[in-house]
T-cell receptor
């Protein structure tokens, strides 16, 4: 595997379900990010991790819970989501958080029913 | 005022023509500027970065930056149908400890054969 990978690629879940999104980067980077992309809206930064420590929580509702066990892996735990949370969730990484060049994974298309 | 503004398009150009994509930003402190290409159903792919005023060329792509006017552009020479995609402009905003990427909503480019 190369670059940034994400699983699953597609996810349909009910509002009462609990699920997790997984991201893995094979670039040797130290910073990882979660973004949300909704139709007609710019990419929204959700969380930033630097050397597995969270450095930013961009006012994200608590029904989204990130986890970063090491600098290569990032999870987004989901529970009691709302239909408006349906979106493309993108993971990205960069060499370090002062580096603006970020590389994205393929994303998880999430539908909340 | 939006932090990063782009015309949503679509911008239609014939094959072989020059496509000109424009972006303005509001944060005068921004230091780094990026262009990402996003094909439909795919994730953003970094294609150009520029850090100082002037032009930067990479193959058929030229990025132009004018910090005084808070303006970034991307020129695509000899446009090909495979260039049809949404182009996202992103600029950095310095937060505590990391460079936050702020994205525009993107310009959709259509290159007709």
């Amino acid at each position: 595997e190369t670059g940034v990978t994400q699983t699953p690629r597609h996810l349909v879940m009910g509002m009462t379900n609990k699920k997790s999104l997984k991201c893995e980067q094979h670039l040797g980077h130290n910073a990882m990010y979660w973004y949300k992309q909704s139709a007609k809206k710019p990419l929204e930064l959700m969380f930033v991790y630097n050397f597995k420590e969270q450095t930013e929580n961009n006012s994200v509702p608590s029904r989204f819970s990130p986890e970063c066990p090491n600098s290569s892996h990032l999870f987004l735990h989901l529970h009691t989501l709302q239909p408006e949370d349906s979106a493309l969730y993108l993971c990205a990484s960069s060499q370090d958080p002062t580096e603006g060049e970020q590389y994205f994974g393929p994303g998880t298309r999430l539908t909340v029913t | 005022q939006k932090e990063v503004e782009q015309n949503s398009g679509p911008l239609s150009v014939p094959e072989g023509a020059i496509a000109s994509l424009n972006c303005t930003y509001s944060d005068r402190g921004s230091q780094s500027f990026f262009w990402y290409r996003q094909y439909s159903g795919k994730s953003p792919e970094l294609i150009m970065s520029i850090y100082s005023n002037g032009d930067k060329e990479d193959g058929r792509f030229t990025a132009q930056l004018n910090k005084a006017s808070q303006y970034v552009s991307l020129l695509i020479r000899d446009s090909q149908p495979s260039d049809s995609a949404t182009y996202l402009c992103a600029v950095t905003s310095l937060n505590t400890g990391f460079q936050k990427l702020v994205f525009g909503t993107g310009t959709r480019l259509l290159v007709s054969p």
